[in-house]
């Protein structure tokens, strides 16, 4: 497993436990404060039950009466016991539970969980008057079940956003690595080679000449490369400066790197920022000119074209390049990796890169730079 993933998935572990946490903590303070709520209700609906039941009581029928309103309020899932000095007036009663004075709570039974209330009252005609007052709460507990069902589900719903976002964040953040090692490592190879050629010794001084050139703009292309990358880094902390950029120090700079490169100037200037546009035109030329020398460079008022005789890109490689999708590691070979480098850069800048073949032959890469 690769060190960043390692970090992303101790990363998502910590999301995921202050997600569900958080979730939590609120699903449980809404429990609290609803069956509070509801407690209160059930309170408040038991009084008027009392208050009922002491009406009743002083009509000439009101023993019928209260056994009537019983019932009524037994299709309202609300049970009554209702008992003075040992006579029983009436009893809905779906489960035995019994008290001796006032109180309050919350009971589980075969036939549902239930607010129990026991309370005292006077009559004067009958003296104490005992109430057993039972609600049923299924209704508030299925309820309650549907909240966590929800309260879950978005969790979830967060968690598998978060989940998506920060891999494709962090893959994001560490994949340029492998693909700087590849532009590092490219350079160095040539380093070493013409170093070792020259320690052979017994070369004429023409060769020893050409071995340090070689070697001094292969050094130069690392220079440029690591300061692009601080740019890059600079970029994102918002501390680059953008500017006009002359065509002549352009041409000039790429001039160095690639003396077959045809450049025609089309414009006196570009605005963007000097080192990451050297960058950028260097690493489509180097990807242009693979297959042949054959390369010309536009550089026009608002970008530039990059054209070269001898390439040619095929359908599914050119769909992926004008898609901006990642390039499957399989195609990667012979394109160079400089590939997501181009597109950030062109990012940068605010500008757009096509890429399309030439019906008369050859590859055009066409970059419009808005540069604010």
């Known amino acids: 497993m690769k060190i960043w993933e390692k970090n992303y998935i101790l990363a998502m572990g910590l999301l995921l ?57 037994k299709k309202q899932k609300v049970y009554l016991r209702v008992e003075s000095q040992g006579r029983v007036f009436s009893d809905s009663r779906p489960f035995l539970w019994e008290s001796s004075g ?30 057993l007052y039972m609600e049923q709460m299924d209704g508030f507990y299925r309820v309650w079940k549907k909240q966590s069902v929800m309260f879950i589900g978005v969790a979830v719903l967060i968690g598998a956003a978060l989940s998506a976002f920060l891999y494709g964040a ?7 690595m492998n693909r700087i090692a590849h532009e590092l490592r490219a350079p160095l190879t040539v380093v070493r080679g013409y170093s070792q050629y020259i320690q052979l010794g017994n070369i004429s001084p023409e060769d020893a000449a050409f071995a340090s050139r070689q070697i001094d703009m292969e050094v130069g292309h690392m220079d440029s ?35 077959f490169l045809e450049i025609v100037q089309q414009a006196e200037y570009l605005y963007g920022e000097k080192v990451l546009l050297i960058s950028l035109l260097r690493n489509l030329i180097s990807n242009t000119c693979r297959r042949g020398e054959q390369v010309r460079l536009y550089i026009q008022k608002n970008g530039f074209v990059v054209y070269s005789k001898d390439d040619y890109l095929d359908k599914e490689l050119l769909g992926i390049l004008n898609r901006n999708r990642p390039i499957p590691p399989e195609r990667v070979e012979g394109k160079g990796l ?26 055009e890469i066409s970059a419009v730079l808005k540069g604010i």
């Open 170 to 176: 962090m893959k994001k953040i560490y994949s340029p």
């Open 338 to 363: 400089g590939v997501s480098l181009c597109r950030e850069i062109v990012k940068m800048h605010h500008g757009t890169l096509k890429y399309r073949n030439v019906p008369e032959g050859g590859v």
């Open 17 to 73: 436990l202050l997600l569900f946490g958080g979730m939590f903590f609120l699903q449980q303070y809404s429990f609290c404060k609803n069956i509070r709520s509801y407690c209160e209700r059930a309170l408040f609906n038991e009084s008027r039950t009392e208050y009922e039941i002491s009406s009743l009581l002083t009509e000439q029928d009101g023993e019928t009466g209260l056994e009537r309103y019983c019932q009524r309020l």
């Open 225 to 259: 490369l690591i300061e692009s990358l601080m740019v890059m880094g600079s970029l994102r902390e918002g501390s680059i400066k953008m500017g006009r950029v002359k065509t002549e120090e352009l041409a000039g700079e790429l001039g160095r790197y690639f003396p």
């Open 102 to 131: 006032k109180e309050f709570l919350i009971t589980e039974s075969p036939q549902g969980v239930f607010a129990c209330i026991s309370n005292v009252f006077e009559d004067a005609a009958r003296g104490e008057i005992h109430i």
